[in-house]
């Protein structure tokens, strides 16, 4: 068996060290037997479900739940893991996000998804947000967004992928990533302008 | 408020947002990287020992599975059993070797009588 054990831990910063290995090699050394590459998987993939399901979930500790479940279909999919079908931080984003959907789901059972975005929803939020003032104001305002325009916002103003990438995540055109991240910006950013009225702010 | 004249201030603050939120990716909790590779031993350690199970399985698949492994138990038991306890109406082979009369075999020496008498 190889041993990459000589290879930095990429959850310590050391991975840039080791481009040579892909996603899809260190997944295929993981299924024949190499703990190794668990690790080295686990610092480069983990960190970017983590990230996603924090900004979904708005939650530290239920966007670690969904990152260890996401990361565990990761194991346990392994074996049957064709090359070249997909990107494997692909298929991940795609778990995670299903995983946080499905969290919210539980939680508010009578939530619609894809309700129709209000026109200007930012008084009626107001309140909402004050009760959330211990959160970062994006993340306050990101809580208030539709589900499909959250997606698309996080995937693509934080995560910073292409959208063609979110496009494949989502399962949906390109021009309707382009559309939903617009909508969800202008909501954002009626949310945060609302907030800051309401709490007395200067703009600019 | 006045989206009109705002808008470009907006959408400053927003990105300025996102680039704080960009910086928070690096964040990851220690804890969480244990869960998980905690995870991937546990699942690297039991598909081993599922590895294992099929290569046996795979060598038993040779010769039949497990009807195969039993019948060939079976046949094998039931040869050193006939071995030792062979049934009446079969000729006991063994017969020729541990059951023979000694004075049978004294005599087919041919020798005199006096012979043992002397000996002792």
Same mark, same amino acid.
């Not at chain 1, 966007?63 to 279909?73: H, S, Y």
């Not at chain 1, 998804?113 to 306050?140: F, H, W, Y």
């Given at each position: 068996?190889e ?5 930095? +831990?990429?959850?310590?910063?050391g ?13 295929g050394?993981?299924?024949?037997? +190499? @703990?190794a590459?668990?690790?080295?998987l686990?610092? #480069?993939?983990?960190p ?7 900004r979904?979930?708005? +939650? ?16 346990k999919m ?23 959907l499905?969290?919210r ?5 009578d @939530?619609?998804?894809n ?16 009760d959330?003032? #211990? ?13 499909r325009?959250?997606q ?10 292409? +959208?063609?990438?979110?496009a ?37 | 408020?006045?989206w009109?004249? *705002?808008?470009?201030?907006? /959408? ?14 690096d964040?990851?909790p ?11 031993e ?13 290569t046996?399985?795979?060598?038993? *698949? ?28 079969l000729?006991d ?7 023979? /009369? ?7 020496? *041919?020798?005199?009588?006096?012979y043992?008498? /002397?000996?002792?």
């Amino acid at each position: 068996m190889e041993d990459l054990t000589s290879y930095p +831990n990429e959850a310590h910063g050391g991975f840039s060290a080791v481009p040579e290995l892909s996603d899809e090699e260190l997944l295929g050394r993981f299924a024949d037997g +190499n @703990a190794a590459a668990a690790r080295l998987l686990t610092g #480069r993939l983990g960190p970017r479900s983590y990230s996603v399901a924090l900004r979904m979930l708005g +939650n530290q500790a239920e966007a670690e739940d969904v990152t260890q479940e996401a990361m565990m279909r990761l194991w346990k999919m392994a074996p049957d893991w064709v090359p070249g079908q997909a990107q494997i931080s692909t298929w991940l984003y795609r778990v995670t996000l299903n995983l946080c959907l499905d969290l919210r789901r539980r939680k508010r059972p009578d @939530a619609l998804e894809n309700v129709a975005e209000p026109e200007d929803e930012s008084a009626s939020v107001v309140d909402r947000m004050q009760d959330t003032e #211990r959160k970062d104001a994006l993340q306050a305002a990101l809580d208030q967004l539709p589900d499909r325009q959250r997606q698309a916002v996080v995937l693509r103003h934080i995560e910073e992928l292409s +959208n063609p990438e979110i496009a494949g995540i989502m399962d949906i055109s390109v021009e309707a990533v382009e559309s939903l991240t617009a909508r969800g910006k202008r909501s954002l950013a009626a949310l945060l302008a609302g907030r800051r009225d309401e709490l007395g702010y200067e703009h600019g | 408020m006045n989206w009109g004249t *705002n808008m470009a201030d907006h /959408d400053k603050e927003l990105e300025h947002l996102f680039a704080q939120a960009r910086d928070a990716r690096d964040v990851f909790p220690d804890n969480l990287a244990v869960r998980i590779e905690t995870d991937a031993e546990a699942v690297r350690l039991a598909r081993s020992a599922h590895k294992r199970r099929r290569t046996w399985r795979d060598r038993m *698949n040779v010769i039949g599975g497990w009807h195969g492994v039993s019948g060939l138990v079976a046949a094998s038991a039931a040869g050193i059993w006939i071995g030792f306890s062979a049934p009446a109406f079969l000729p006991d082979p063994a017969d020729y070797f541990v059951s023979q /009369d000694a004075t049978y075999l004294v005599a087919d020496l *041919n020798l005199d009588e006096n012979y043992l008498e /002397d000996a002792e």
